[in-house]
């Protein structure tokens, strides 16, 4: 009983030893977060440039972040928003049933999917969906924060 109670004071007391020595470290203030100064700063935030080009002049659509991500939208949203029920520029162009599968040609805007769609024969929009921008976000050139290899098994890149 003897040996049991001395292993045991030893096995505690080595075991304490690297509690003990990080608790008398502290982590200093510009090492935490994703942030590399103090966190008492109040940094400027750095303004974000969105892409002016008007709707229909764009050709280029930016790469999904992963397979079922909502598209970015490659053009200005300036005046279009915002959006409401009663008033979506975005359906005047997007809400285009004939143009599903078909190969688009630059200027062409690429139509809202059959998800979107209560009656797709009719062109009539789920109204789940009138608000756009919910999911689908204005495309700015703005550098990564945090630099990821994630890629889907599988997938294929979209554009």
């Known amino acids: 009983m003897r040996k049991s109670v001395l292993l045991s004071m030893l096995l505690a ?3 304490s030893l690297p509690a003990a020595a990080v608790q008398d470290q502290a982590i200093p203030d510009d090492a935490i977060g994703l942030s590399k100064t103090s ?3 109040v940094p400027t935030p750095a303004i974000t440039e969105y892409g ?3 709707a229909g002049s764009v050709g280029k659509r930016a790469e999904r ?3 079922t991500a909502p598209p970015m939208i490659p053009h200005t949203t300036k005046d279009m928003v915002p959006i409401t029920r009663d008033a979506n520029l975005c359906k ?3 809400v285009q049933p004939a143009l599903i599968g078909e190969k688009l ?3 062409m805007p690429v139509p809202a999917p059959v998800s979107h769609y209560e009656n797709l024969k009719e062109g009539q929009l789920y109204m789940g969906r009138w608000n756009c921008i919910q999911c689908h976000a204005p495309q700015a050139k703005v550098d990564v924060l945090v630099k990821s290899t994630f ?3 599988g997938a294929k890149k979209t554009k």
């Open 39 to 41: 966190v008492y700063d």
């Open 105 to 107: 040609t630059k200027g």
């Open 151 to 153: 890629k889907v098994p």
């Open 65 to 67: 972040s992963y397979m």
């Open 13 to 15: 007391s080595v075991l």
């Open 52 to 54: 002016n080009a008007d």
């Open 92 to 94: 005047d162009c997007h």
